[in-house]
Structure formats: structure tokens, C-alpha cells
Nanobody
Framework: QVRLVESGGGLVQPGGSLRLSCAAS????????LGWYRQAPGKQRELVAS???????TYADSVKGRFTVSRDNIRSRMYLQLNGLKSEDTGDYYC?????????WGQGTPVTVSS
């Protein structure tokens, strides 16, 4: 059974930083592409960043240069470093994998950017 558990969210002032973590189990972590999504209040869930098994990364235009996705294949963890946070980055952040034709999500971790 695939399991994704996010952590690291919280309240931060504009310009601040957070590091999100996703602990994964139930599949061969090192062989799979994973992604970070976020959902702001009243908006659709959107892809923020993804990382392939080979370490190639993609980012939404709105976070390029501020967010960095990484992975630790030994610990089966994916990370998202959030720098230069803005109020529009507020939302619930989710870890995602499409495995065996099905989308799997964690429970999410909330990020609130406010002064």
C-alpha cells in the first residue's frame, strides 16, 4: 500500500523559508517520479514541482528560482525547500505519485504566509 506523509508546514512571514518533507513507502521510491502540489483556498490543486527518478526537476513558473525540490532515495523522502515566500504561496501542500495507473496523495501540510 502506497503511503505518503507530508510534514514541515507552518506559519511564516513574507520573505521567509520553510522546508517540507514527504516520507514515502509501499513502492520502489528510487524508480518513480514524484511531485509536490498545492491547493490554495477556493482554488484548484496545482503542480508546484516534480522530480524524476534520475533527479530531473520541473517547476511551476510562479515558484521558479524560489523553490527547490530534492529527493533522498536512501531514506525514501522527497523535500521541497521554499524560499522567498509570498502570500500567494499560502495553501495546503501535497506529495503525489502516479503509481500503477492511480494517483496517490498524502494528507497535506498547510503553509500560511502572513505578517
Amino acid at each position: 500500500q502506497v503511503r505518503l506523509v507530508e510534514s514541515g508546514g507552518g506559519l511564516v512571514q513574507p520573505g521567509g523559508s520553510l522546508r517540507l518533507s514527504c516520507a514515502a513507502s509501499g513502492f520502489l521510491f528510487r524508480l518513480n517520479t514524484l511531485g509536490w502540489y498545492r491547493q490554495a483556498p477556493g482554488k484548484q490543486r496545482e503542480l508546484v514541482a516534480s522530480i524524476t527518478s534520475g533527479g530531473d526537476t520541473t517547476y511551476a513558473d510562479s515558484v521558479k528560482g524560489r523553490f527547490t525540490v530534492s529527493r533522498d532515495n536512501i531514506r525514501s523522502r522527497m523535500y521541497l525547500q521554499l524560499n522567498g515566500l509570498k502570500s500567494e504561496d499560502t495553501g495546503d501542500y501535497y506529495c503525489h505519485i502516479n503509481f500503477r495507473g492511480r494517483d496517490w496523495w498524502g494528507q497535506g501540510t498547510p503553509v500560511t504566509v502572513s505578517s
